[in-house]
């Protein structure tokens, strides 16, 4: 089986920033224990693995733990492989067959790639959350604006916010018990 394997920082506009990914362009599947194994060896918060299949590519990613079910920077970082190195044309798109659905990347004429992920119909629900059920002993705790990530194993998550500056914010971080991603 032929393999090619890359290092790429994806969201980034000069090397060494961004998020990086591996990515594995193989020539055909390869089995899931020696995905899982190279993810491990790699350490890195996924790595990409991609094969023809179907007029298009196969897609998937691993963590050193565990198989995920979708990773943007992965998704970008596997295109921006198989333009590279010449397995697509830098005009033709990326099609990729995941867990997750169809995916399909494209260069834009500034160089950049932008990704379709496909739209999923909602309904308006309500989630009640049974902390207990989730492992937890008690409902995530609001954590100081600055603070970073503990990196020892923690037993709750964290939620933060940033002060109120009299205008409407987003932004919000997440802090789940470890899962030993890095």
Sequence with gaps: MSTTLA????????PFTGNQAAVAVLSEEPDDPWMQSVAAELQLSETAFCWPEGGG???RWFTPRVEVDLCGHATVAAAAALWADGHLHRDEPAEFLTR?????????????????????????TTVTLDWRRL?????????CPGRVPPRRASSWPCSERPPRSG???????F????SRVP
């Design 100 to 124: 997750s659905g169809p995916l399909r990347c494209r260069r834009t004429t500034a160089g950049e790639i932008d990704m379709e992920v496909p739209a999923l119909a909602s309904e308006p």
């Design 7 to 14: 290092l790429i920082d994806a969201f980034a506009a000069q």
């Design 167 to 173: 205008r409407p914010t987003s932004t919000w971080r």
């Design 135 to 143: 492992g937890l002993a008690e409902p995530p705790r609001r954590c």
């Design 57 to 59: 590519y196969r897609l």
């Design 175 to 178: 802090w789940p018990p470890p």
